[in-house]
């Protein structure tokens, strides 16, 4: 391990000698118009806001394009307009039309036109990536979008709604990622064989934002370059360096050194451990986030719905956030985060498991007798929840394997429905309860060629037509006290039925350098601004 920190350490040296010019013998500290951080990033697929879904990856795009909606730094509470500068919704809620942002220009130099915006809507559509089903629930397909997201003149878009989704959950669907705005002629003429430009700008960006992409190596870096021109000006820091530092002792060391500016992924203990360091911050951020296990229901003993009951009682829920989660998680068991609107809060699980070992009998597994592997990621705090599971299954009978892997090999078997028990996380993709009940209760088509990956309930092979019209009555509904009787009754429903047991929420405990100022960090994980920050 310490060979490993002291090459970590050179390695950072050297990115802050190309960040920056040179001004003497290489020392600590990072240059001033730089930030570097330490991350684990190797949750990162590709950078294509059309694909991404992915935590880290969500980040970075969310700081290199503006979405046709967004939610700024100044105000994380209200939507506003990002590209669209305002919008006007018919009489009949079916049509959205949104007035262009004036003098918008991308990173390229190209003006930003509407043709821009209602290509980059039909594009995440026609290529029907993951997160495409963001916008499939407006009733749009690759045989339709063209007609329904129209571009009349070079300020005007005009969207129609071909379902009975309430325009207002369209509005919010647009702050998502794939409402990211992308140039169009620039992305075009990297086009292969009709493939939209997806293959360049998998490791590329054609965006309007704070920062471009500079640099992106899988598992290594990340370099992002301001952007001189955006519309809030240009941000105090020239470079925005993501380093992938997997191990949270090795983030620990080179915070403390001031090799870097801020470390993301320290344990608890490694921030008790601060404690005292008058150089380091430690900046504390409710998040949406959740951590769940998910059982896949095409399996014969995981189907069973005694079996998910019983899982649900054999989580050492308080042992956990008073141990290893301590400070960075609290226990949280429906579908939709505290804090926000439509919340249910209630919990209703607790570490049973004279109940769990009465479940599993009542499920025709009198002592367990059977054995299950367990997925999840390899970085903290994942494998300690996994292993405490696997001892909690073990004093019911149940045998369990344990397999660890990147996110970029994770989550590609668990879109593909080839999991058993999974430790995972989650996140909204865009503020509004809808978002998480589209993607843990709503399932219209539980056929493998559906192939509906951006929906966990299908990943888990959940269907459920009582759950479903729930699901699509909450979408519809406009009087807000109606939406939220249906999502606290959803939430309720979810935890009696469904295949998943939702267990903590994060709190986000990053460590800054203590001349680190305006970093900002909302609640969901594509609110992280790095325009604000200044040194």
């Known amino acids: 391990m310490r060979l490993k920190q002291l090459a970590l ?9 190309q960040a920056g010019p040179a001004v003497g ?8 118009d730089t930030l570097i951080m330490a991350k684990n990033i190797d949750d990162i697929i590709v950078l294509d806001p059309a694909e991404v879904f992915e935590f880290t990856g969500g980040e970075v795009i969310a700081n290199i394009y503006d979405r046709v909606m ?10 506003v307009g990002g590209a669209a500068e305002s919008y006007t919704i018919s009489d009949d809620g079916k049509t959205i039309t949104l007035k262009l942002r004036p003098n918008q220009v991308f990173h390229s130099g190209n003006k930003m036109t509407a043709a821009d915006m209602a290509f980059s809507l039909r594009r995440v559509i026609k290529l029907n990536k993951t997160p495409a089903f963001i916008f499939t629930q407006f009733g749009w397909n690759a045989d339709n979008v063209d007609g329904l997201v129209t571009a009349p003149d070079d300020e005007t878009v005009v969207l129609k709604l071909n379902s009975d989704l309430s325009p207002a959950l369209a509005l919010n669907a647009l702050s998502a990622g794939v409402g990211a705005v992308i140039d169009m002629k620039l992305v075009m003429s990297h086009e292969v064989d009709g493939d939209l430009g997806y293959e360049w700008l998998k490791t590329h960006s054609a965006g309007s934002g704070p920062y471009s992409l500079k640099t992106y190596k899988a598992n290594e870096i990340v370099i992002l370059e301001a952007n001189p021109n955006y ?34 992924d320290l344990t608890p203990d490694l921030i008790k451990g601060l404690e005292g360091n008058v150089d380091v911050v430690i900046a504390n951020d409710p998040k949406a986030a959740l951590i769940y296990m998910a059982a896949n229901q095409a399996h014969p003993i995981l189907g069973n719905p005694k079996v998910n009951e019983a899982i649900r009682y054999i989580v050492d829920y308080e042992g956990m956030v008073n141990s290893f989660l301590a400070g960075q998680f609290k226990i949280h068991q429906a579908f939709w985060p505290s804090g926000l609107w439509a919340s249910y809060d209630e919990t209703p699980f607790s570490l049973d498991l004279d109940k769990a070992r009465a ?9 367990g007798g059977f054995k299950i592997r367990i997925d999840t990621l390899t970085k903290s705090p994942y494998p300690e929840i996994a292993q405490s599971v696997q001892q909690s299954l073990s004093k019911i009978g149940v045998e369990s394997q344990i397999t660890l892997a990147e996110g970029k090999t994770l989550w590609p078997m668990y879109r593909a429905r080839k999991h058993e028990l999974i430790v995972a996380q989650w996140s909204p993709d865009y503020v509004d309860p809808h978002s998480n009940a589209d993607a843990f209760a709503h399932n219209p088509d539980n056929r493998l060629e559906a192939s509906l990956t951006g929906k966990v309930a299908w990943r888990t092979s959940f269907f459920n037509p ?24 959803l939430q309720k429903r979810m935890q009696e039925i469904g295949p998943f047991t939702i267990m903590f929420q994060k709190s986000e405990q990053t460590a800054l350098r203590n001349n680190v100022k305006g970093y900002v960090s909302g609640a969901n994980f594509d609110l992280v601004f790095y325009r604000t920050i200044t040194k």
């Open 231 to 264: 519309r809030h000006g240009e941000p105090a820091m020239k470079r925005i360096i993501l380093r992938h530092v997997p191990e949270a002792a090795a983030q620990r060391l080179l915070i403390e050194k001031g090799d870097v500016d801020m470390a993301r």
């Open 359 to 367: 479940l599993l009998a009542e499920a025709g597994y009198p002592g």
């Open 25 to 32: 013998p290489v020392q600590a500290g990072t240059p001033d």
């Open 466 to 489: 009582e759950i479903n019209a729930m699901t699509e009555a909450g979408a519809s509904e406009a009087d807000p006290a109606k939406r939220l009787a249906i999502y606290l009754k």
């Open 9 to 17: 350490l050179a390695g950072f040296a050297f990115v802050a000698a």
């Open 70 to 79: 967004m939610f700024e730094a100044e105000d994380l509470t209200t939507l």
